[in-house]
């Protein structure tokens, strides 16, 4: 195949995803962000990046914003989110952090593309991403791409859309985010 060719595929399948998606389908994620002012996030691989990236984003938005894996990130507890994005929604590492912060009084947020799995049972807000997930099982877009790719290039711009809805709906103004920018660059 060409690049064109595969260019098409991969923004029709990106399509084919968020036309399955849409305001009902991420507003417990979106009301559950703005409910909360510590947010920690979690995700591993490539979910992990796309993750990594929304956490800056929070941050820019005025959210007190920990990626998990950071030495510097505090502890969790009663008042705080955690977001977990896991395409199969069943990945060890990820089960047992989840696991511990409900015990220790946290809400958890899942991404996921499946419809089960050992994390949906301890989740209080489930957003279904219906886009083929390494792994996973479920009602999704399916894709001619490697492994996960569509389920984490989905990630990756429904962050960015969910912090343009944030922005707009927390009335923050864009030089206020410009602002929280890392300036020691």
């Not at 995803?17 to 947010?39: C, G, Q, T, W």
């Not at 390494?134 to 791409?145: H, I, L, N, P, W």
């Not at 990756?156 to 410009?178: C, G, K, Q, S, T």
Request: net charge negative.
């Amino acid at each position: 195949m060409s690049f064109k060719t595969y260019t098409e595929l991969v923004v029709s399948e990106i399509s084919q995803v968020f036309n399955r998606m849409d305001d009902a389908s991420i507003r417990p994620l979106l009301e559950s962000i703005k409910a909360h002012r510590r947010i920690f996030l979690l995700g591993g691989g490539r979910e992990g990046l796309a993750t990594r990236a929304f956490a800056m984003r929070l941050m820019h938005l005025g959210k007190e914003a920990h990626w998990i894996w950071d030495d510097t990130t505090p502890s969790i507890g009663k008042g705080d989110l955690m977001i977990c994005a896991c395409g199969s929604a069943d990945v060890g590492h990820e089960n047992h952090i989840v696991r511990l912060a409900k015990e220790a009084g946290g809400t958890v947020a899942l991404l996921t593309a499946a419809q089960s799995g050992f994390l949906t049972r301890y989740a209080d807000v489930v957003t279904i991403v219906p886009a083929h997930a390494y792994r996973a099982t479920g009602d999704f877009v399916k894709s001619e791409q490697l492994m996960g790719n569509l389920f984490e290039q989905i990630l990756f711009l429904l962050y960015d859309i969910l912090v343009m809805l944030l922005r707009e709906e927390l009335a923050i103004p864009r030089d206020e985010m410009v602002a929280r920018h890392r300036n020691v660059e």
